[in-house]
């Protein structure tokens, strides 16, 4: 299956009301462990002081990264940045 690092930039608008705020903040959390636990998303690292991540998603093909990806709670603040990876020749693994 093809691998993909995704790099995801939230941005909350201000003014959320918090409630709404936190409640899809949850959702998202609930989302991707799920994803996690499936095998599809791989690794997720949190991009330092920033309220982003890179993550590795191991999918079937792109029509269900896409599907994962618009599902995001949080996608409809996010800015994606899609990278389709392919394995390096000095890999030794």
Not at 34 to 55: D, F, M, P, V
Not at 76 to 93: E, F, Q, R
């Amino acid at each position: 299956m093809p691998l993909y690092a995704v790099r995801m930039d939230v941005a909350i608008p201000d003014g959320v009301d918090p409630s709404v705020r936190d409640e899809t903040i949850a959702r998202e959390r609930a989302y991707s462990q799920e994803l996690q636990r499936t095998g599809e998303w791989k690794h997720i690292w949190r991009c330092a002081g920033q309220y982003s991540n890179i993550s590795i998603l191991d999918v079937a093909d792109n029509e269900r990264l896409h599907e994962i990806l618009w599902g995001l709670p949080l996608f409809k603040w996010m800015t994606v940045d899609v990278t389709p990876l392919a394995k390096h020749p000095s890999d030794i693994h």
